[in-house]
């Protein structure tokens, strides 16, 4: 198992928190991308899914005091790091509604969003509202960029959210494509930029 020490703190794989932690790490997730997540009105019970179906492995947190204050999600070429596998989402909602929620996400969060196996996709990054601008995000991207054997680091982000788009350019990202044929669009997000780091490009602080 993957422990870094980073000063004080530490970045920990998913899989090693506590019930409590992996309970703060999918707060953090629902707060960052709940919107998206119109399956269910059931919070409670789409909480309860994530927590069983984050990958112990590609979703590292950054902790602090055994408080976790950032999230990353990574994906491969093969596989990403939220799976919506049908017996869990079939245990939370019925096997009908299950079946249906595991297929229709999966056909989005198991899609791959890279096509090279020297490129590592940066699915999902969050940190606490409390704690940004502290160097968090910064922590876990430089965590990304020495994670495997990878040439590159590729994330996505949408074209509405300026912060996103400057934090990534501070932390070494240039923006190579734009989507502007998008369903996003519609839904007042913008239209997804792709971004990508080469693994030596220079890392901000702060952020």
């Known amino acids: 198992m993957m422990e870094i020490r980073i000063m004080e703190n530490t970045i920990v794989e998913y899989g090693r928190l506590t019930d409590i932690q992996k309970s703060e790490a999918v707060d953090l997730f629902l707060e960052g991308f709940g ?18 179906i984050f990958d112990p492995e590609l979703f590292l947190c950054y902790m602090e005091e055994d408080t976790v204050l950032g999230l990353m999600g990574l994906g491969t070429n093969k596989t990403r790091p939220i799976d919506f596998k049908k017996e869990i989402c079939q245990r939370h909602f019925g096997k009908f509604k299950g079946f249906i929620i595991s297929k229709q996400m999966n056909a989005i969060f198991q899609k791959p969003a890279v096509s090279s196996d020297r490129e590592l996709y940066l699915d999902t990054l969050v940190t606490d509202p409390g704690a940004r601008k502290k160097g968090i995000g910064t922590a876990l991207i430089r965590e990304a960029c020495s994670f495997g054997d990878y040439d590159s680091v590729v994330t996505e982000v949408f074209s509405d959210n300026e912060n996103a788009i400057g934090f990534y350019e501070k932390n070494g990202f240039v923006p190579v494509k734009h989507n502007k044929v998008s369903v996003m669009r519609f839904v007042g997000s913008g239209y997804p930029i792709v971004m990508v780091r080469k693994k030596n490009a220079g890392v901000g602080v702060g952020a």
Do not use: H, V, W
Not at 35 to 52: A, H, N, V
């Open 35 to 52: 919107r998206f997540m119109t399956f269910s009105k059931d919070e409670t019970t789409k909480k309860k899914l994530f927590i069983e």
